[in-house]
């Protein structure tokens, strides 16, 4: 995903953010919390999504170019798919996609959804990537397995990927997370 990353960006993100976006992507519930716990500042905090979304949208145009729009869309959780395939499709018909785009990002953070939302693509990429890759291992193409593989990956990983970012804003609303960090 490093080597991704890099290609993506190249020199217009510091190797810092690069690392940072990494992390995110590798260990999306640890890097949000860590996150939210160092900005105390709300503002910056929106902003931190906003950026953060941009990238992980543009990174999984890039993870996702070579599929079809169909299997992406099957690889998508569903609660999030129409919302997901909005960002990461160019729409012909869009005057202003910046605005659009931006809009739309906007009502995930102001909807409290962004936490669920960034811990999806990890889910995408290895669902695509590793199911991709075992695939090919076990059949030597990419072919219908594909989808059994990347299923397997998927929902292995969306379970305990959606349930500990529920968990973390369960205790942030009831405040237990001051009790359990002792504080």
Not at 89 to 112: A, C, F, S, V
């Amino acid at each position: 995903m490093r080597r991704k990353i890099d290609e993506e960006f190249g020199n217009t993100l510091s190797v810092k953010d690069k690392r940072s976006l990494a992390t995110l992507i590798y260990y999306p519930q640890e890097k949000l919390e860590l996150v939210c716990q160092e900005e105390e500042d709300q503002e910056v905090l929106e902003d931190w999504f906003k950026i953060t979304i941009h990238r992980l949208v543009q990174m999984t145009k890039r993870v996702s170019s070579k599929y079809t729009r169909s299997k992406v869309r099957k690889a998508l959780p569903h609660d999030f798919s129409y919302v997901i395939e909005e960002l990461i499709t160019e729409k012909e018909e869009i005057q202003d996609k910046e605005l659009y785009y931006n809009e739309i990002i906007n009502t995930i953070i102001r909807i409290g959804r962004a936490p669920w939302l960034s811990a999806l693509p990890p889910i995408l990429f290895n669902a695509v990537a590793i199911g991709a890759e075992w695939c090919y291992a076990a059949t030597g193409s990419i072919n219908v397995a594909f989808w059994v593989f990347a299923g397997q990956i998927a929902l292995g990983q969306l379970l305990p990927c959606l349930l500990g970012v529920w968990l973390v804003t369960l205790l942030e609303r009831r405040g237990l997370q001051t009790i359990i960090e002792g504080k």
